[in-house]
């Protein structure tokens, strides 16, 4: 809900196969935070994103170390982790 919220998407489309309309970049970092976050593995991660390979997952976490957007990743990696911690 929070990469939705900040990328101006839905969450739906963070969870649907493919590429839907904007939410490439906002999927990246909603795997990314998944990734950073959860104890998950890629696969099962890439499993609740629209079945998507553990392959596809890091060749779209490589995305999110681009300068442009690995401020972001940690912004909302630390505001989900404060959330977490008060809940």
């Known amino acids: 809900e929070a990469v ?3 990328f101006g998407t839905t969450v ?4 649907a196969n493919g590429h839907s309309a904007g939410a490439g970049v906002a999927k990246a970092v909603a795997l990314e935070l998944s990734c950073r976050l959860t104890g998950l593995t890629q696969r099962d991660i890439g499993l609740r994103h629209g ?3 553990s392959q596809a997952v890091s060749l779209a976490r490589k995305r ?3 300068p442009q957007l690995a401020d972001r990743v940690i912004r909302l990696a630390g505001m989900l982790q404060a959330k977490t911690a008060t809940a």
Do not use: D, F, Y
Not at 12 to 15: M, Q, T, V
């Open 4 to 6: 939705a919220q900040e």
């Open 12 to 15: 739906e489309a963070l969870k």
């Open 51 to 53: 079945g998507i390979s």
């Open 64 to 66: 999110t170390k681009l």
